[in-house]
């Protein structure tokens, strides 16, 4: 029986060392982690610019939900509700480092032209959509 026991410990030694060799897939990494505010090569990150596009967010929605800007435009929503909001591309590339809240502001400046679905990382269904050009 000893020869058995060998054997499975030489085959736990050797998956162990194979687990640990740095070779096979790499682990994904997951935009939208915990922390993360952006992902390499996103379009906007966040800014502590003042705006040159103005929104509100009131009584759960998006105001305007149809948002147009230029490359470098910095939007900054005004949270006119009593509970944080927070803004978060659909695609997970971007989004709010913390939540804005209740009478306060909160920008993300953006740099690539494209068309961005968004909505409220706190409340998901509240949506809209940036238009970049």
């Known amino acids: 029986m000893r020869p058995i026991l060998r054997g499975f410990a030489t085959l736990g030694v050797a998956l162990a060392l194979?687990?640990?060799s740095g070779t096979g897939t790499p682990a994904p990494t997951t935009a939208g982690a915990p922390g993360a505010t952006t992902?390499?090569?996103?379009?906007?990150?966040?800014?502590?610019?003042?705006g040159t596009v103005q929104a509100n967010i009131v009584n759960r929605t998006f105001d305007p939900s149809t948002i147009s800007a230029k490359v470098g435009d910095v939007i900054t929503w005004t949270n006119g509700d009593t509970v944080p909001h927070g803004v978060a591309l659909d695609d997970a590339s971007c989004k709010m480092a913390s939540a804005?809240?209740?009478?306060?502001?909160?920008?993300?400046?953006?740099?690539?032209a494209g068309t961005y679905p968004f909505h409220c990382f706190i409340h998901p269904t509240m949506k809209g959509t940036i238009t970049i050009s």
């Not at 804005?100 to 690539?112: D, E, P, R």
């Open 39 to 50: 992902s390499a090569g996103a379009p906007c990150a966040d800014s502590t610019e003042t």
């Open 18 to 20: 194979a687990a640990c």
């Open 100 to 112: 804005i809240q209740g009478g306060a502001k909160g920008s993300l400046k953006f740099t690539v």
